[in-house]
């Protein structure tokens, strides 16, 4: 699986959009990119993948650019509730487990 | 939505016990399972695959014997900690996916964490 590359740490104003930022340079052409985040002392919660296009859900939206080499997660409206640690990672459709990176860990702020 | 279910949630006992934990799905088949381990602090990283009616597959370093997975049906593996210490304990998390070779995500269980005395 391709590496990632993200930053340490984030923070964010409640209520205004977290973009939280993804680098994998070298990424496959069949190699999808996943955002999961993760609670203290939860387990990873699914958010969004995506290959190409851009994508949208109820928690969140994910803007792959067009090479590829970089994605981008964005909460809309950050509340207290979205602090967490946010991991993204690239894995092949056919690939059997995910491989977690240090992740970004978001801190929002009242 | 997927939902892969673990138990116990937290368990707290004497070294050299012997500790058993569940992870169901709930709502889907699972052929493949996946346990990892968390430390404080630190990533998750993959322990073992375990495959439904045969061996699990376990990543470099992690002791076969020391940690036992079972996966006897499609909806339930178990791994055992044979003889905790101290040293094992840590946070485990099971994960499981809808599809076998396909872009449908990895779902988690909540975790169970484990504390050695």
């Known amino acids: 699986d391709a590496k990632t590359t993200q930053p340490p740490s984030m923070d964010c104003a409640e209520g205004r959009a977290a973009n939280l930022p993804c680098n994998h340079s070298t990424i496959s052409g069949n190699e999808y990119v996943y955002w999961y985040r993760q609670i203290h002392s939860q387990g990873p919660q699914y958010i969004i993948h995506g290959l190409k296009n851009n994508e949208t859900n109820e928690m969140a939206s994910l803007i792959i650019t067009e090479d590829r080499k970089s994605s981008t997660l964005i909460l809309p409206h950050a509340t207290l509730r979205d602090t967490a640690v946010y991991y993204c990672?690239?894995?092949?459709?056919?690939?059997?487990?995910?491989?977690f990176g240090s992740g970004t860990q978001l801190t929002v702020l009242p | 939505g997927a939902v892969v279910s673990q138990h116990p949630s937290r368990v707290i006992c004497k070294s050299g016990t012997s500790v058993k934990i569940e992870c169901r799905s709930l709502d889907f088949q699972a052929t493949t399972m996946f346990w990892y381990r968390q430390f404080p602090k630190k990533s998750l990283m993959l322990m073992a695959t375990?495959?439904?009616?045969?061996?699990?597959?376990?990543e470099q370093g992690v002791e076969k014997d020391k940690f036992l997975i079972n996966h006897a049906s499609l909806t339930l593996s178990t791994l055992t900690v044979t003889s905790a210490h101290p040293e094992d304990s840590s946070f485990y998390i099971c994960s499981a996916r809808v599809a076998e070779n396909s872009n449908q995500p990895q779902h988690f269980g909540d975790g169970t964490r484990l504390s050695i005395l």
């Open positions: 990672i690239v894995r092949a459709g056919s690939a059997r487990q995910l491989t």
């Open positions: 375990s495959n439904e009616g045969s061996k699990a597959t376990y």
